[in-house]
C-alpha cells in the first residue's frame, strides 16, 4: 500500500470514529482498514468482568439486565435477517466483539465465522450479511445505557 493510499485510510477512519459510525465488519477487515481492536479496547471498557471494578455493569441486577438486553439485540438481528429474505444454508457459528456507546448505540459490531471453510458461509452470504449488519445497526439501540462506553462479545450460531 502506497503512502497516499494509508493516509487516507487514516483519515477516514479518524472521521468515521469522530462521527460516531456504526460499523460492521471482520476482525481482519477492521484491523486492515486501521481499526486496531488493541485501541477499541482501550476506549471501551468491559461490559462485564471477573474484577467487577473494571466492568461497566457491576452488580449481579445489573448483569442479568445486560444479559437479556444482549440476548434481545442477537434475536432482534435474527429477525431483521429474516425480514430482509436473508436465509442461512446451514448452522453458521460467528464469534462477535460489539463495542457500544455509553447511550446504547452500536459504534462497531465486529465478527468472525467460525470453523473449517465448508463449515463457513459463501462469500456472497457473507457480503450480504455484512451489508444487513450495518443497515441494523445503523439505528439499533440497545436497551441498556451505560456509564462509559463498553463492550461485550459472544459466540453465536446462525440457524437456518
Not at 436473508?86 to 460489539?98: V, Y
Not at 462469500?123 to 462509559?148: C, H, P, T, V, W
Request: aromatic content about 14%.
Amino acid at each position: 500500500m502506497n503512502k497516499a493510499n494509508l493516509m487516507i485510510i487514516i483519515f477516514l477512519t479518524t472521521c468515521l470514529q469522530a462521527f460516531g459510525q456504526h460499523i460492521g465488519l471482520t476482525f481482519q477487515d477492521a484491523e486492515k482498514q486501521g481499526i486496531s481492536i488493541k485501541h477499541l479496547d482501550s476506549l471501551y471498557r468491559s461490559a462485564v468482568h471477573a474484577d467487577t471494578s473494571l466492568a461497566v455493569f457491576k452488580t449481579e441486577k445489573e448483569q442479568e439486565a445486560l444479559q437479556q438486553a444482549y440476548g434481545k439485540l442477537l434475536q432482534d438481528f435474527g429477525k431483521f435477517l429474516s425480514e430482509n429474505n436473508f436465509k442461512w444454508e446451514k448452522p453458521t457459528k460467528c464469534f462477535n466483539r460489539i463495542y457500544f456507546n455509553a447511550d446504547g448505540t452500536i459504534d462497531y459490531f465486529l465478527f468472525n465465522f467460525l470453523g473449517k471453510k465448508e463449515d463457513k458461509p459463501s462469500e456472497n452470504i457473507e457480503q450480504e450479511f455484512q451489508r444487513l449488519l450495518n443497515a441494523f445497526i445503523s439505528d439499533y439501540q440497545f436497551s441498556l445505557k451505560g456509564k462509559s462506553k463498553f463492550a461485550q462479545c459472544s459466540p453465536t450460531t446462525f440457524m437456518p
